[in-house]
């Protein structure tokens, strides 16, 4: 059995598409090839995990009818001629018995190609309302899956979508927070914060965070915090840091990183967590009931990540705040506030419990076999 996964541009459309491989490999020995965008950060988090990866050459539309965005826009057209020329060549030599995209411009020549084949295809989109790419995949693949019952409404053929919640890297579940905390060698009982505003980083959010670290250090470390800045800001932050006089090798609890390449040990030991609002963060988060403050991004198509946070907020499983609302000064007093009270973190791990679908990847795996099987 040969599977091909595509996706690219963010962890949120990486990590789903990993949780399945890892399905796949263990249940099937299938052979598993991904396929992404140049440059994407799935050259990087893709061959971690111990499997192959091809590029296209692909690059977004921008809605800005500027000069600049008219150039984008050419070169973008350019780029969609080269990527399927590309998808061609890679099919070509994989074939592949079934192609499944989980998000990321580089996911439309590759699906889009295949299904062109008559390949068994089928498409995941994990927010409420669907991006681009898979709103237009949607009229070619065999299936659609999605993370939220009323997403259904937004799809040309809704007898082609299934509701089947957003999948989650088995490794999240191989170890209780007693031991992740062994592994990270916490030998103090002190109660650890985890922040991470996305793959790529974001800059009013990491600003807020360099006042958060200055005020940590002030303080005496009363948590242990893994900081995952993200790629285009991690020097940047280090840097500011370093010119509040703050020489991080003084204090240990203080772990400022790049990317978080362990984020299933690190949130499975992980007492409070800021974060961004995707939805393949909301469906980790959910899946091991790790209580969360959820800030939104105010930059993405329909305010996805809003109404993504609010379905858990409305349960009181996790507390959102509006980025224009944020402070460093408001964010660590939320942090103390919720770390002070050991009861209301222990119902919003309950919610989060009560909310999650715990069974996205085996229902996802179920769907993917019977399109493999009707198209036989």
Same mark, same amino acid.
């Given at each position: ?50 499997? /192959? ?9 921008? $809605? ?18 080269? /990527? ?20 990321? %411009? ?19 989109? /994990? ?6 790419? =898979? ?60 922040? /991470? ?63 978080? %390449? ?38 993405? =198509? ?46 919003? $791990? ?27």
């Amino acid at each position: 059995m040969k599977i091909l996964f595509t996706c690219g541009g963010t962890a949120g459309h990486i990590n789903p598409a990993l949780a399945l491989a890892g399905m796949f490999r263990e249940r099937n020995q299938a052979e598993i090839l991904f396929v992404g965008a140049d440059g994407g950060m799935e050259q990087q988090l893709v061959p971690r995990e111990g499997y /192959s990866i091809q590029t296209v050459t692909i690059s977004s539309f921008w $809605r800005q009818m500027n000069l600049a965005g008219i150039k984008h826009n050419l070169t973008t057209l350019r780029n969609l001629g080269k /990527s399927q020329k590309q998808a061609k060549r890679i099919l070509d030599q994989f074939q592949p018995d079934l192609v499944v995209g989980t998000g990321g %411009y580089a996911s439309f020549p590759v699906v889009r190609e295949a299904a062109r084949r008559w390949i068994p295809t089928a498409v995941h989109e /994990s927010n409420a309302e669907p991006g681009l790419t =898979t709103k237009m995949l949607s009229k070619y693949v065999d299936k659609v899956m999605v993370g939220f019952e009323e997403s259904r409404k937004h799809y040309p053929h809704p007898d082609r979508v299934e509701i089947t919640g957003t999948p989650v890297r088995g490794d999240f579940f191989l170890q209780n927070k007693a031991e992740a905390r062994k592994r990270l060698g916490f030998a103090d009982e002190k109660p650890l914060v985890v922040t /991470s505003w996305g793959s790529l980083g974001a800059l009013v959010m990491n600003q807020h965070m360099i006042d958060f670290v200055a005020r940590e250090c002030r303080e005496g470390q009363p948590f242990h915090h893994i900081y995952g800045v993200g790629q285009r800001y991690y020097q940047r932050v280090l840097e500011e840091i370093a010119n509040r006089g703050i020489d991080l090798a003084q204090y240990p609890c203080v772990d400022v990183r790049e990317y978080i %390449y362990d984020m299933p040990v690190v949130m499975d030991a992980a007492d409070v967590m800021l974060s961004r609002a995707g939805a393949s963060t909301i469906s980790e988060i959910s899946a091991i009931a790790c209580p969360s403050i959820l800030v939104p991004s105010p930059n993405v =198509t329909a305010n996805h990540q809003e109404k993504n946070a609010r379905v858990l907020s409305e349960h009181k499983a996790a507390v959102l705040m509006l980025e224009p609302e944020c402070t460093g000064d408001k964010l660590y007093q939320q942090v103390q506030t919720m770390l002070a009270d050991s009861d209301a973190l222990a119902d919003m $791990r309950q919610e989060l419990r009560t909310m999650a679908v715990a069974d996205a990847n085996e229902r996802i795996y179920r769907v993917l076999l019977e399109v493999m099987k009707k198209k036989e």
